[in-house]
């Protein structure tokens, strides 16, 4: 095995300050939030020199440890996974790329680069997006950051020419038989990219071979398209099982000195692109063309690889580098090229296409619009293609673009099924769930969207009767998604801006695409489809028991749950219901009170023998999808008390202007000191800002973990200032309508529910930072408030499990736990962290006097809790990771 990462000395965490004497490298976007390593890459590339070819059948012996989190390895299986042609690499060495499995995460993939400009790595997880790029221009220095903390404001126009080309199929988003990238076969494709004189003077000029050989140049030039189509390629083969490889004589179309291309004018270029790229390379030696160049935004005909038309596609962009440019330009023009459209649903300089306008507002998956179609989902595209894009591109690659060299990948496809049609009351949330399987023991993820085309109002409104509703989210382990998320459903809001339950009668149509994530050989994707339809009858369906806070109930005790009926017992599947106790604040639903009980508004149910401070009730159907949730806390054998704590900074913070568009200036800071020890479970914050132009702001808060949370990112446009008490229970910014200045109480950028459960004790810091020139302001003052619930056991003695106990506590993730039992059945142990995410589970076997070691591995600092259960009874305490 070759192995490389801290111990062996590849990455050592640095700071800004042991890097001021050196040049760093040319960025377009600063992340407002990164860490900096210093990186062996000597080492590197010694290390991935005996990486196997991905289609040589080897097994990989080559383990390298990457930063996935702030001074957090993973180690990834590598393999050698070329983008360029073997003859070419021959000619410009350098040119190297690869693809890596985690093995401790098995969906989560990195593909990477080494060039002459370094090491250029994109990773995908199920947290999101991350990035290493180069730092300093000597090659030593890396940034790791993740997609997030990016704030660029897109100015880009994408349009689509031209109707199908003959022999491909039109996808109707909610057609059944829409195809999924399930045959496994890996195609690739010889790719012809061309540029013009402008895109290679931007790179030549930052690889500092300005004066150099035509072979250096072109050397520079070819780096720079190999760094974009590995980000590229990453996606393509995860989603698609597709991937492009730059043909044996690339340079022959990157022009340095003169070129026939009409830089700054996309309808020009698109043309020159076709002529410009047979001429010099021959129509049969490449299978699909595309051009770069610095200017005219992006345009594309649709489904031409492998046709006359193929290289009828062009990216162009004044700053051709980094995420933005690779997955929202690239990626999105090359999407065309396969037969993808646009999906989202707003009306954009005329580029909505009503066949698949299947996302809400701008959109936010590759084929959207987002960030640069108001009202927007996000600022930059997410790092997958909708369920419709995916059938799309399947119809053009096998109808189509059929000059692929394809290689059987011995993946097999999962399997899929969306679950049953359901009926579901009106301002009623529901859950969709989907079961899969994989022959391979693959790590799957779940994409729930929406399918729904017809133009409605953007932001979605609860009263549509048509149209899309419901956001993308990116693809995640589970198979369930709470609609709208459990978050909201908790903090008792069903109308978040981008996931909006209907209030009357509807049908919504649903797709699941499960992947395998398998990037090595090519992914495998699998979809199915239900519906949801919507009684504009019945409904609401609603707990109106424990809505109030303070309540505790004692164990043994009989308790009555009520809920609004409404009409909807007459459902199908809804005449009776199962009640369910949450005892990790309403994240999951482990213990039946009850089980197939009238659906009649009201059941009494005798109070478990478990002790557990933050509890939530759901009432759900026996045999349907739709549910409710009572609407606050409540304790079980505890009693709780809420307190809030405030902390304010009046001292005047100046924002220095921004270094140029979209280019922050200096991160600047201050802080408040919390001396108070609270078990945190809500924070807001009150920032009051003047600037001259509000949307070039990013705002954010580190506790003193140093986590961090995003306030504000570049919402609004030109207004003086706001004076706003981020919520996460207050309406969105994005979309909302602005004033001058910019009042009220709205939901941050992030979550602040993020700090619920972390310490509290230390400095919590607020960063700011423009990220335009030519504007300036001040945060003028900010207010943190801390709230804490202190839960105190009633009786020692409430469980039957006995001589209870936990020690250390506090401790730093390793502890032991003691107990007496009488019960003859295993001990369960769960740990969830204050969110109510599970992070350690195990059965124990039980010999009445239990004593266990519990170790609890990469877990940040804060407040956890731990259940023990005998089989007989339950007990939660609380544990606190310093």
């Not at 004497?21 to 062996?40: F, G, T, V």
């Not at 032991?816 to 019960?823: K, Y």
């Amino acid at each position: 095995m070759f192995f490389a990462g801290f111990g062996q000395g590849l990455w050592n965490p640095t700071e800004e300050s042991k890097m001021s004497d050196l040049e760093k490298s040319d960025r377009i976007a600063m992340p407002i939030s990164y860490q900096l390593y210093h990186l062996n890459l000597t080492q590197l590339k010694q290390t991935l020199v005996a990486a196997p070819l991905r289609n040589s059948g080897l097994s990989s012996a080559v383990i390298i440890d990457f930063p996935v989190a702030k001074n957090q390895l993973e180690s990834f299986v590598i393999y050698n996974a070329p983008v360029v042609a073997p003859e070419l690499a021959a000619k410009f060495p350098g040119l190297d790329s690869y693809v890596g499995q985690s093995i401790s995460n098995p969906e989560n993939s990195v593909r990477f680069s080494v060039t002459q400009f370094g090491l250029h790595a994109m990773f995908f997880t199920e947290k999101g997006v991350s990035y290493i790029d180069t730092y300093t221009k000597d090659l030593n220095n890396y940034i790791f950051y993740k997609k997030s903390a990016l704030f660029e404001n897109r100015n880009f126009e994408c349009l689509v020419e031209g109707n199908v080309s003959s022999g491909a199929k039109v996808m109707g988003a909610n057609e059944t038989s829409a195809p999924t990238m399930d045959d496994s076969t890996f195609r690739s494709y010889r790719l012809a990219m061309a540029c013009t004189i402008e895109y290679a003077a931007y790179h030549i000029d930052a690889a500092g071979v300005s004066s150099g050989t035509l072979a250096e140049k072109k050397a520079a030039v070819l780096a720079a398209m190999v760094v974009t189509m590995t980000r590229v390629n990453g996606i393509y083969e995860r989603d698609m099982a597709v991937t492009m490889e730059l043909i044996a004589n690339n340079e022959d179309v990157i022009f340095v000195n003169s070129d026939n291309f009409t830089n700054d004018n996309a309808s020009a270029l698109i043309n020159e692109s076709q002529a410009v790229i047979n001429s010099y390379i021959g129509t049969a030696n490449y299978d699909i063309g595309h051009t770069v160049s610095t200017g005219g935004g992006g345009l594309a005909q649709l489904n031409v690889p492998c046709t006359a038309n193929k290289a009828r596609g062009i990216t162009g962009s004044s700053a051709p580098v980094g995420d933005t440019y690779d997955i929202d330009y690239v990626s999105h023009e090359m999407g065309h090229q396969f037969g993808a459209h646009h999906t989202f649903n707003n009306s954009c300089s005329g580029n909505r296409n009503s066949a698949t306008a299947v996302e809400p507002g701008s959109g936010s998956t590759i084929m959207a619009y987002a960030g640069i179609c108001a009202p927007n989902v996000q600022n930059n595209s997410d790092d997958h293609f909708h369920a419709v894009s995916i059938a799309e591109m399947k119809a053009c690659v096998t109808n189509v673009a059929t000059c692929s060299t394809n290689t059987a990948n011995g993946n097999t496809v999962p399997t899929i099924s969306a679950g049953n049609n359901y009926t579901i009351p009106k301002s009623t949330p529901y859950i969709l769930e989907a079961t899969a399987s994989d022959a391979d023991g693959d790590a799957l993820t779940y994409c729930w969207e929406q399918t729904d085309t017809a133009i409605s109002t953007q932001p979605p409104v609860a009263s549509s009767n048509s149209g899309p509703n419901y956001r993308s989210n990116s693809p995640v382990s589970s198979p369930k998604r709470y609609m709208p998320s459990l978050d909201a459903v908790l903090a008792d809001n069903l109308v978040p801006i981008w996931e909006v339950t209907p209030s009357t009668a509807r049908t919504l149509n649903f797709a699941c695409t499960v992947r395998d994530n398998q990037t090595i050989m090519g992914g495998q994707t699998n979809r199915d489809d239900m519906v949801v339809s919507v009684s504009g009858f019945a409904g609401p369906f609603n707990v109106t028991s424990q809505a109030t806070s303070g309540i505790s109930w004692n164990q043994g005790e009989t308790r009555t749950i009520t809920w609004d009926v409404n009409g909807a017992s007459n459902l199908p599947g809804s005449s009776t219901v199962d009640i369910l106790l949450s005892t990790d604040g309403g994240y999951n639903y482990d213990i039946v009170l009850l089980s197939g009980t009238s659906n009649d508004g009201s059941a009494d149910i005798i109070v478990p023998n478990v002790a557990a401070p933050y509890c939530r009730v759901m009432v759900k159907p026996t045999g349907n999808i739709y549910y409710d949730i009572n609407p606050v806390d409540f304790a079980i054998g505890y009693s709780v008390v809420s307190t809030c704590y405030t902390y304010t900074n009046n001292t005047v913070l100046s924002v220095p202007d921004g270094a140029g568009a979209n280019v922050p200036g200096t991160v600047v800071s201050n802080n408040v000191t919390v001396a108070d020890d609270i078990n945190i479970t809500d924070v807001n914050v009150t920032v009051d800002a003047t600037h001259s132009y509000i949307q070039d702001l990013v705002i954010a808060l580190n506790n003193p973990n140093d986590d961090q949370v995003y306030l504000w990112g570049r919402y609004c446009n030109g207004e003086d200032g706001f004076t706003v008490t981020f919520d996460d229970d207050g309406q969105s910014l994005s979309g909302a309508t602005c004033n001058d200045p910019q009042t009220g109480t709205f939901a941050p950028y992030g979550n602040l529910a993020d700090f619920n459960g972390t310490t509290s004790v230390g400095q919590w810091t607020m960063l700011a930072a423009d990220y335009y020139n030519g504007d300036t302001g001040q945060i003028n003052s900010w207010t943190l408030e801390l709230c804490s619930q202190s839960a105190t056991a009633k009786n020692d003695n409430f469980n039957s499990i006995s001589e209870f106990d936990i020690y250390p506590n506090p401790n730093n993730g390793n502890f032991s736990i003691h107990l007496m039992s009488t019960s003859a059945k295993d001990i369960t142990v769960d740990v969830f962290d204050i969110r109510g995410r599970n992070v350690f589970t195990n059965n124990y076997t039980n010999a009445g006097d239990f004593n266990q070691i519990i170790s609890l591995d990469n877990v940040t600092k804060g407040v956890y809790l731990l259940n023990v259960s005998d089989g007989q009874s339950k007990e939660t305490k609380k544990i606190v990771i310093q």
